[in-house]
């Protein structure tokens, strides 16, 4: 199970902290992600990181404005969302998968609920 959580309310330049906390095993062979869905849109692949090595994957559009992590002794990942635009509008969901490929959202199994991101002009 996956609890994603940090949203909220912030001025265009700002930054928001997401988790995604885990209550069962990862291993090392996981891939964590993070997705968005703005209104009336479709999911957007944001960010990624191998769970065993760290190694980290981002879309062009999040590029240099966000930085994903996580912590193993925590169970957690993180996306640390600065210099914040409207456009970065939209519910974030946090996913899991042991399959090969980072972007494609097909691939992923497990889904946090979703933390809602509200970036304001």
């Known amino acids: 199970q996956l609890q994603a959580s940090g949203g909220g309310l912030v001025q265009a330049g700002g930054s928001l902290r997401l988790s995604c906390a885990a209550s069962?095993?990862?291993?090392?062979?996981?891939?964590m992600g993070w997705f968005r869905q703005a209104p009336g849109k479709e999911h957007e692949f944001v960010a990624a990181?191998?769970?065993?090595?760290?190694?980290?994957y981002y879309a062009e559009t999040v590029k240099g404005r966000f930085s994903i992590s996580r912590d193993k002794a925590e169970n957690t990942v993180y996306l640390q969302m600065n210099t914040l635009k409207p456009e970065d509008t939209a519910v974030y969901y946090c996913?899991?998968?042991?399959?090969?490929?980072?972007?494609?959202?097909?691939?992923?199994?497990?889904w946090g609920q979703g933390t809602q991101v509200t970036v304001s002009s």
């Open positions: 996913a899991a998968r042991w399959t090969s490929g980072y972007s494609d959202r097909a691939g992923y199994r497990y």
């Open positions: 069962g095993r990862l291993y090392s062979s996981y891939v």
């Open positions: 990181v191998r769970w065993g090595t760290g190694a980290a």
